[in-house]
């Protein structure tokens, strides 16, 4: 359900939507009882978000983000829920997508429409464009309209989760800078066939300055994940960052936290939710050994599977063998192993080559950001030859039945059973991290949005706005930020802290009151 919306032709690629409408909104399902469960959630959700709450109490008076617009593209769950009323309660004026196509919680995206104060018929909250199960070209729609305010103006401040709105704006403004525009039909892949259509009915529709215009106005962004702090550091060292940023993502009470820890909550839980399999006994191989695959380790250990890892860092691999973890190559075990959960950041991990050799019934899922790490597309390429056949068990749970191997049932073809279409398991089958842990994460894109909003030119100029300023750089949050953000939550689990004396604290060369380790060390 969504708003009325003012028809503008045309619409954009399969969508049945108007490129450019005048939807305050657009959400699944704006039913009273729908509502109601997302702000009975969000209720919950504070109590075990302190980070957010302790926010809220000591900055609420004083509007720290007045004046900010802020375009949001994070997973629209019940936590990015208390994130956007934080921002909110803060002074923010806020739109929001959420930045996987499966991850959006429909109840919290209704609530965060209706807001604390609204009801389904007079909504007053934050204008939302997400649902759980969009198309690639209905996710780019949503991209669009949540970067437009009302007004036609633009966004001054992002927060991205894996660089899309980012990512969309540059690449706009470069085809304007170049004067051309790609045929989308001369790409193979899928979701930048979309991307490019996208921007050539803009540049159609608006002229040649639209995503210039629109960079022109953007203080910085606050990046939220592995694959989207690459690509900001990627732009810095080539040149052709715009606007400064803060990675959130390298704040310890980020990576570890939601990395580490929420990995450790969320895979088991999602892998139960859509197949009901016994974890323990069977053979779990992680691909990756970062913060992400250590979390995930822990998660399958937990429930007492025999895990294994991948991994290309000789340290990362260190560190697997001093937990007792074999460290194998995916080529020699493919046959041997009963999970599977890639969680490097990277693509081509299992390719389809690879799932023609596992198991029958292997279980196939990625907890990475994007969902590359899986060989989708040549699956689908397989499914279009008649080699493979895919069959939906539910929503997000997939069995594809190999018609030509011959180790399956009777020495027939096997299957194996894909999780989320290789987009991330724990949003697409189950419902993420718990709420505490994205406490954290959402305190570190507060204080990182605050930051922006207070001082983004102290860390280099919009370069369209002004062509001579300083250049823009990616920073992260210094460390007694990071100390104050795990400070904050410490009451929950009525942890006290010791104090240093003074003779103490000179004696290691700290101050009292911290930072307490030096911003290389290693947590």
Same mark, same amino acid.
């Given at each position: 359900?969504?708003?009325?919306?003012v028809?503008?032709?045309?619409?954009?690629?399969?969508?049945?939507?108007?490129?450019?409408?005048d939807?305050?909104?657009?959400?699944?399902?704006m039913?009273?009882?729908?509502?109601?469960?997302?702000?009975?959630?969000?209720?919950?959700?504070?109590?075990?978000?302190?980070?957010?709450a302790?926010?809220?109490e000591?900055?609420?008076?004083?509007?720290p983000?007045?004046?900010?617009?802020?375009?949001?593209?994070?997973?629209?769950? *019940?936590?990015?829920?208390?994130?956007?009323?934080?921002?909110?309660?803060?002074?923010?004026?806020?739109?929001?997508?959420?930045?996987? *196509?499966?991850s959006?919680?429909?109840?919290?995206?209704?609530?965060?429409?209706?807001g604390?104060?609204?009801?389904?018929?007079?909504?007053?909250?934050v204008?939302?464009?997400?649902?759980?199960?969009?198309?690639?070209?209905e996710?780019?729609?949503?991209?669009?309209?949540?970067?437009?305010?009302?007004?036609?103006?633009?966004?001054?401040? *992002?927060?991205?989760?894996?660089?899309?709105?980012t990512?969309?704006?540059?690449?706009?403004h470069?085809?304007?800078k170049?004067?051309?525009m790609?045929?989308?039909?001369?790409?193979?892949?899928?979701?930048?066939?979309?991307?490019?259509?996208?921007?050539?009915?803009?540049r159609?529709?608006?002229?040649?300055?639209?995503?210039?215009?629109?960079?022109?106005?953007?203080?910085?962004?606050?990046?939220?994940?592995?694959?989207?702090?690459?690509?900001?550091?990627?732009?810095?060292?080539?040149?052709?960052?715009?606007?400064p940023?803060?990675?959130?993502?390298?704040?310890?009470?980020?990576?570890?936290?939601?990395?580490?820890?929420?990995?450790?909550?969320?895979?088991?839980?999602?892998?139960?939710?859509?197949?009901?399999?016994?974890?323990?006994?069977?053979?779990?191989?992680?691909?990756?050994?970062?913060?992400?695959?250590?979390?995930?380790?822990?998660?399958?250990?937990?429930?007492?599977?025999?895990?294994?890892?991948?991994?290309?860092?000789?340290?990362?691999?260190?560190?697997?063998?001093?937990?007792?973890?074999?460290?194998?190559?995916?080529?020699?075990?493919?046959?041997?192993?009963?999970?599977?959960?890639?969680?490097?950041?990277?693509?081509?991990?299992?390719?389809?080559a690879?799932?023609?050799?596992?198991?029958?019934?292997?279980?196939?899922?990625?907890?990475?950001?994007?969902?590359?790490?899986?060989d989708?597309?040549?699956?689908?390429?397989?499914?279009?030859?008649?080699?493979?056949?895919?069959?939906?068990?539910?929503?997000?749970v997939?069995?594809?039945?190999?018609?030509?191997?011959?180790?399956?049932?009777?020495?027939?073809?096997h299957?194996?059973?894909?999780?989320?279409?290789g987009?991330?398991?724990?949003?697409?089958?189950?419902?993420?991290?718990?709420?505490?842990?994205?406490?954290?994460?959402?305190?570190?894109?507060?204080?990182?949005?605050?930051?922006?909003?207070?001082?983004?030119?102290?860390?280099?100029?919009?370069?369209?706005?002004?062509?001579?300023?300083?250049?823009?750089?990616?920073?992260?949050?210094?460390?007694?930020?990071?100390?104050?953000?795990?400070?904050?939550?410490?009451?929950?689990?009525g942890?006290?802290?010791?104090?240093?004396?003074e003779?103490?604290?000179?004696?290691?060369?700290?101050?009292?009151?911290?930072?307490?380790?030096?911003?290389?060390?290693?947590?």
């Amino acid at each position: 359900m969504s708003s009325a919306p003012v028809l503008h032709a045309p619409t954009f690629m399969n969508t049945g939507l108007p490129l450019f409408s005048d939807l305050a909104f657009k959400v699944a399902d704006m039913s009273p009882g729908t509502v109601r469960f997302g702000r009975k959630e969000l209720d919950l959700a504070i109590v075990e978000m302190p980070g957010l709450a302790s926010l809220r109490e000591e900055y609420g008076a004083s509007q720290p983000l007045k004046g900010a617009k802020i375009m949001g593209s994070l997973h629209m769950t *019940i936590q990015t829920a208390a994130l956007i009323e934080t921002l909110t309660a803060l002074g923010a004026d806020v739109r929001w997508v959420s930045c996987n *196509i499966f991850s959006t919680q429909d109840h919290a995206a209704a609530a965060t429409v209706v807001g604390p104060d609204g009801t389904v018929d007079d909504p007053q909250g934050v204008p939302v464009y997400a649902w759980k199960g969009e198309t690639l070209e209905e996710y780019w729609w949503c991209t669009l309209q949540a970067l437009i305010w009302p007004d036609g103006s633009g966004c001054n401040l *992002i927060l991205d989760d894996g660089g899309d709105a980012t990512m969309l704006i540059h690449m706009g403004h470069e085809f304007e800078k170049a004067g051309t525009m790609p045929d989308p039909s001369t790409t193979d892949n899928g979701e930048l066939k979309v991307v490019l259509n996208l921007l050539a009915e803009v540049r159609k529709a608006k002229g040649d300055s639209f995503w210039t215009e629109m960079a022109k106005g953007i203080r910085g962004v606050s990046e939220e994940t592995t694959t989207g702090v690459h690509r900001l550091y990627e732009r810095q060292q080539k040149g052709t960052l715009l606007f400064p940023g803060i990675n959130v993502n390298d704040s310890v009470t980020k990576s570890k936290f939601d990395n580490v820890y929420g990995c450790r909550h969320s895979l088991v839980d999602a892998i139960m939710r859509a197949t009901d399999t016994l974890i323990s006994g069977k053979r779990a191989l992680i691909l990756g050994f970062g913060d992400v695959g250590k979390g995930s380790v822990d998660s399958l250990r937990g429930q007492y599977a025999r895990v294994a890892v991948t991994e290309i860092d000789p340290i990362c691999a260190l560190q697997a063998c001093m937990m007792g973890l074999d460290v194998v190559k995916l080529d020699d075990v493919v046959a041997d192993y009963d999970i599977f959960v890639t969680a490097t950041g990277n693509f081509g991990i299992i390719s389809a080559a690879h799932m023609l050799r596992m198991k029958h019934n292997a279980i196939v899922c990625n907890i990475g950001h994007f969902d590359n790490e899986i060989d989708m597309a040549g699956l689908e390429k397989m499914a279009a030859a008649g080699q493979v056949e895919k069959i939906e068990i539910k929503p997000q749970v997939h069995e594809w039945r190999f018609k030509n191997t011959t180790h399956g049932p009777n020495g027939g073809g096997h299957s194996i059973i894909v999780l989320a279409e290789g987009r991330l398991v724990n949003l697409g089958c189950a419902t993420g991290h718990p709420s505490l842990v994205m406490s954290a994460s959402f305190t570190n894109q507060t204080i990182a949005q605050m930051e922006l909003h207070k001082a983004a030119e102290s860390y280099g100029d919009n370069l369209l706005a002004k062509p001579d300023g300083q250049t823009p750089t990616v920073i992260t949050l210094p460390k007694h930020l990071d100390e104050k953000v795990a400070r904050l939550h410490l009451q929950k689990f009525g942890a006290n802290l010791t104090t240093l004396s003074e003779q103490q604290a000179e004696y290691i060369g700290v101050s009292v009151a911290g930072p307490f380790k030096p911003e290389h060390y290693r947590y």
